[in-house]
């Protein structure tokens, strides 16, 4: 099994993938009870099915009883550019630098499903499931099992020798492959994830409350944002980095291999003026492929307009005015309050 495992170590490499680790399914049975003090405090928001499968994300092993192993893969999406600059052009949208290329459910999905392929190959008597954010499972506590990294203090997963710009992939599979140890905490005294948050989301190192985070409020939050957070979204329309960016473990970051993770040329920093008019068909359009495009038109023009109204852009009301009568309420909500705060 350790030739095995080598060998797979190998074929993913090969496939894309800059690191992987192995666990046990059960190998993070402290992740049931933080998860319930999670969902207990609230801290969950809007993102309900964390509590209608807690059984499930709480305990991998139950996810699939006949798993025996957990394959944890890496692949870096790193920008090549600060993503922290383009916060400055206020005129302009800010969108995370992984969504700014092609949707990465596809490409790493289609990465594993080759590896957990050639696994199949190796002992056709076995089973694989592959798994890409997309199930109740808790990637990154894995992942740290796994020894790819740690969890930080910014709840994000990070690694020694990757930073922490990467994808997590998950194939569970009833082959029994020897197990990593577990990966070590390294943030030591180090602060700078929690001091940059905008909207104080941390109410303590290595906790989150989602209901203050950027990448919650604009990706998973339905209606409108609380009018005290709007202001400290900035032109932040599509998740935030901030946290990210300015992990001093980057210095070791890998490039992206994959081309298709580079940025569209026309979702580096747009212009708000062009997306806030955005229709449902022309929304569909520019974000074809895109991991954007799931948050549907209307939740993405309320984003939209927060940032118009954050620009300090008196010309920019001109563009709010017409969605003041718009159906969606929280559209309409967003755009008045955008008009008010420039006039």
Known sequence: MTALKDALLAEARAAGFAKMGVCRPDAVPETAARLKAFVDAGHHGQMGWMAERMHWRGDASALWPEARSVVMLAEPYTPT?????????????TISVYAQGRDYHDLVKKRLKRVGRWLLEQAPEEQIKVFVDTAPVMEKPLAQAAGLGWQGKHTNLLARDLGNWFFLGAIFTTVELPADEAGKENCGSCTACLDI????????PFQLDARKCISYLTIEHKGPVDVALRAKMGNRIYGCDDCLAVCPWNKFAQAARDIRYAPREELQSPQLADLVRLDDAGFRALFSGSPIKRIGRDRFVRNVLYAIGNSGEPALAEAAKPLTDDPDPAIADAARWAVERLQ
């Open 197 to 204: 948050c905008p909207t104080d989301a941390f109410p303590a």
């Open 81 to 93: 550019v600060d993503p922290l600059d383009a916060l400055e052009a206020r005129d302009r949208a």
